[in-house]
């Protein structure tokens, strides 16, 4: 039914759009970024913040300000606007905001097996967890010994459960098993997000199938460079690739193969969308692949933004927020530590 959402979409979700674009306004802009890129201290930071959506979660912060605090301050305001929003929403678009959180459980039920692995204190890994990944039962993770324990003592009851069926070995829970956990969990959720959105169909599903596959492409990416000179086999690797995107199928062959990061860009270049982003980079450097994809990614959703009566825009101002709390960490922590030279390696302007 592509072309006839406008006809039912603000029923239901007409206000909840409107919400989310006024959201996007309040996003900071390359003049913000180039303001505090000039603070000479944390407090400056602050106080150029103040003018913004984040004023009030920080004005009663007292000094010395801390990069910790302002980072948590500032994911405080992301996590307001998503319950805001996932209160007055109903269904498919509750399901689909559901699904913007399972990426963030993920990341924190691999944060405390591998803090615990390493005896870390189980409170001090909580209060690092992202607030958006939380669930009930997620204290009792330290218990577990394997996937198989980790599943029966916790996730069963978690919307997680689903993607745990092939992570389910009694291997003893190592550095390398909790990677290959993360990434086989990741994989089968960007491929069932991916389903549920080509279900509900229209511009939602056209825009959604795009961000998702750059995104599963990204990471294979990521496995095929992180993953060279480690004991993991082809075959592991291939496994890990999500079964969908730009470079599925025969992409995933030749990545799959790769021995180092130039037989990777010999790879990507192949593909139009890819070979801009791999141009950027000289031969055998990868530190700034990073930033490029994460460039490639806020140029993609902020282009969800210029069609209207779809989701993706929901999908999208998360992202792009999370991507703002990035580079605002980032920042305060070159001014802090007296690196301002540096300040513009990592920081990926929006508007």
């Known amino acids: 039914m592509y072309g006839f959402e406008a006809l039912t979409f603000n029923i239901h979700s007409g206000y909840l759009e409107a919400i989310?674009?006024?959201?996007?306004?309040?996003?900071?802009?390359?003049?913000?970024?180039?303001?505090?890129?000039?603070?000479?201290?944390?407090?400056?930071?602050?106080?150029?913040?103040?003018?913004?959506?984040?004023?009030?979660?920080?004005?009663?912060?007292p000094s010395p300000l801390h990069t910790t605090t302002i980072v948590e301050k500032c994911t405080l305001k992301l996590v307001d606007d998503y319950k805001h929003m996932i209160c007055q929403a109903t269904e498919p678009m509750s399901t689909f905001l559901e699904y913007i959180r399972y990426g963030h459980m993920i990341d924190n039920v691999v944060l405390i097996v591998t803090g615990t692995l390493h005896e870390r204190d189980v409170?001090?890994?909580?209060?690092?967890?992202?607030?958006?990944?939380?669930?009930?039962?997620?204290?009792?993770?330290?218990?577990?010994?394997?996937?198989?324990?980790?599943?029966?003592?916790?996730?069963?009851?978690?919307?997680?459960?689903?993607?745990?069926?092939?992570?389910?070995?009694?291997?003893?829970?190592?550095?390398?098993?909790?990677?290959?956990?993360r990434n086989t969990l990741y994989k089968a959720y960007l491929e069932d997000f991916y389903k549920f959105c080509q279900k509900?169909?229209?511009?939602?599903?056209e825009i959604m199938s795009d961000l998702l596959a750059f995104e599963a492409d990204r990471?294979?990416?990521?496995?095929?460079?992180?993953?060279?000179?480690?004991?993991?086999?082809?075959?592991?690797?291939?496994?890990?690739?999500?079964n969908f995107g730009l470079l599925y199928p025969y992409g995933h062959e030749e990545l799959a193969i790769c021995e180092d990061i130039d037989q990777v860009r010999g790879v990507m270049e192949k593909y139009p969308p890819y070979q801009a982003i791999f141009s950027k980079m000289s031969y055998g450097e990868s530190q700034m692949l990073d930033k490029a994809f994460y460039?490639?990614?806020?140029?993609?959703?902020?282009?969800?933004?210029?069609?209207?009566?779809?989701?993706a825009v929901f999908f999208a101002y998360m992202r792009l927020r999370e991507q703002e709390i990035r580079n605002l960490m980032w920042i305060s922590e070159c001014v802090a530590q007296n690196q301002k030279s540096r300040i513009h390696d990592s920081v990926v302007y929006m508007f």
Not at 220 to 239: C, F, M, P, Q
Request: hydrophobic residues 35%; negative net charge; glycine residues 4%.
């Open 20 to 61: 989310v674009r006024g959201h996007r306004a309040g996003l900071l802009t390359t003049a913000d970024y180039n303001n505090l890129c000039q603070c000479e201290n944390l407090d400056d930071i602050k106080m150029h913040l103040s003018a913004t959506k984040y004023g009030s979660y920080l004005q009663n912060e």
């Open 123 to 181: 409170q001090e890994l909580i209060e690092k967890c992202h607030p958006l990944g939380m669930f009930d039962s997620i204290a009792t993770l330290a218990v577990a010994q394997n996937m198989r324990e980790l599943y029966r003592l916790v996730l069963v009851d978690t919307p997680l459960a689903p993607y745990f069926s092939e992570c389910l070995t009694s291997e003893d829970l190592d550095d390398m098993n909790i990677e290959i956990m």
């Open 200 to 205: 509900l169909g229209g511009a939602t599903a």
């Open 219 to 242: 990471r294979a990416v990521n496995i095929t460079i992180n993953s060279i000179g480690t004991e993991l086999t082809r075959e592991d690797r291939k496994k890990l690739y999500s």
């Open 295 to 311: 460039e490639e990614e806020v140029r993609r959703l902020c282009l969800a933004f210029e069609q209207q009566f779809h989701y």
